[in-house]
Nanobody, 114 residues
Framework: QVQLVESGGGLVQPGGSLKLSCAAS????????MGWYRQAPGRQRELVAS???????NYGDSVKGRFTISRDNTKNTVYLQMSSLKPDDTAVYFC????????WGRGTQVTVSS
């Protein structure tokens, strides 16, 4: 069982930046493929970004060029740097970890509004 704890969400103005963190409670963090997903009210959960155990990244079309996913295996943490935020980025952001199974965090709210 892996526990994931997201942090870093909050209220930000359009055009601003936020950095999300997700800390994982596992000693084998480096083997996990990690991802960030988001879900806005009335919408399906969608992939924001993912990073494999080998460091290969993938991004949803709506965030390419604005968001960057990274990981620090020494800290068992994955990050999501978000820039040029738009109101449409408002959602609950979830962290996921996949290896022998898929685990999810409880999410952190990101609100982009003036």
């Amino acid at each position: 069982q892996v526990q994931l704890v997201e942090s870093g969400g909050g209220l930000v103005q359009p055009g601003g930046s936020l950095k999300l963190s997700c800390a994982a409670s596992t000693v084998i963090f480096s083997v996990y493929n990690m991802g960030w997903y988001r879900q806005a009210p009335g919408r399906q959960r969608e992939l924001v970004a993912s990073i494999t155990s080998g460091g290969t990244t993938n991004y949803g079309d709506s965030v390419k060029g604005r968001f960057t996913i990274s990981r620090d295996n020494t800290k068992n943490t994955v990050y999501l740097q978000m820039s040029s935020l738009k109101p449409d980025d408002t959602a609950v952001y979830f962290c996921s970890a996949a290896y022998s199974g898929t685990y999810w965090g409880r999410g952190t709210q990101v609100t982009v509004s003036s």
